[in-house]
């Protein structure tokens, strides 16, 4: 199976290229944005050695279907997905801040709570939660993003007072944040699943404020399945879940987690193709509909490319 974990474009009026840690960013005309959504996975915030076959597509027409399902709450960068693995965008301009919100106790927030911390990003948490319990309501935990490594939790408040955001822009960006994971929740539920917790990114354009880049996938948000939840929880049990997590399950037993010393696992064939299996089905219980696999006769790149210049030309 083939992977698509580097890319090196030359799109047709191209003026700048950021490469993350999953998406490979094409800047055109620094007016529009082809975002390419590689086979790369990280964790730990650190890039696998391997790439995981069909992963990009996932991700990319997850995100895709969401945006669409989403455009009457707030207005977002998306124009056309000319390729499986790619959505063309407006160009904005990021805001330096995540907005995270959390239904439900569990994952780093968890792991601080059990330490003893009460107050995560200026939110207060209430005595006596466990792992995995509902918060009475949604809250919203935002980082900004650090030059390099962890990006850092931070309060409403502090975003405020050091100028990252306006307030009248974070008011919108909170406002946008609520209603986008009310809607994830209930498509959610409509397939069996509960949206546990998700990130939101913002840019702003023409004076208006956009949501950008990806939305509900799996590496951007967690799922639990709805059924089994409650008897789940009142035991203590571990929940089955939706999300990356099963990636960084197996990286800590083979004893990494990207800590001073430790060493990368082998990423084997057989492996990285269990990962894609895992995200194809994540992609069909997210979606409700079956995966179609984007195979090509020739290099994944060649395909990217033609799709993305026919695509560019026909705006001309």
């Known amino acids: 199976m083939k992977a698509l974990t580097k890319t090196d474009f030359q799109f047709a009026g191209q003026t700048s290229v950021y490469h993350g840690k999953v998406r ?40 895709a279907g969401f945006l669409d399902a989403t455009a009457d709450i707030c207005p977002n960068w998306k124009l056309a997905t ?17 907005m995270i919100i959390r239904g439900i106790l569990t994952g780093s927030a968890w792991r601080d709570y059990k330490k003893g911390v009460r107050e995560i990003c200026g939110v207060k948490l209430p005595e006596g939660m466990r792992e995995n319990e509902r918060f009475p309501e949604p809250i919203i935990t935002p980082t900004t993003k650090a030059d ?3 990006d850092l939790n931070i309060s409403r408040e502090e975003i405020i007072a050091q ?15 609520r209603k ?8 959610a539920a409509s397939r069996g699943l509960i949206l546990v917790d998700t990130k939101y990114e913002f840019g702003k354009r023409d004076g208006k404020v956009y949501l950008i880049d990806e939305i509900h996938t799996p590496d951007s948000s967690r799922y639990f399945y709805a059924d089994g939840y409650e008897e789940k929880f009142a035991k203590g049990e571990p929940q089955r879940q939706l999300s990356k997590e099963f990636v960084r399950q197996w990286l800590i037993e083979h004893g990494f987690m990207n800590e001073p010393g430790q060493q990368m696992p082998e990423i084997t064939d057989a492996y990285a193709e269990s990962v894609s299996d895992r995200y194809i089905e994540l992609y069909e219980h997210i979606t409700g509909k079956p995966f179609v696999k984007s195979t090509t006769d020739g290099d994944l790149s060649q395909r990217i490319e033609k799709n993305v210049n026919d695509y560019l030309a026909s705006l001309k």
């Open 24 to 63: 490979d960013v094409y800047t055109i005309n620094d007016d529009l944005m082809v975002m390419v959504a590689t086979d790369r996975i990280s964790a730990f915030d650190v890039i696998l050695p391997k790439g995981i076959p069909f992963k990009g597509q996932v991700l990319n027409q997850i995100a």
């Open 82 to 98: 000319p390729d499986p693995m790619v959505t063309v965008g407006l160009k904005c301009e990021g805001f330096r801040v995540e």
């Open 148 to 150: 390099e490594g962890h």
């Open 163 to 177: 100028g990252i955001v306006s307030a009248e822009d974070y008011a919108v960006m909170e406002d946008y944040t």
């Open 180 to 187: 986008l994971f009310a809607r994830g929740q209930e498509i």
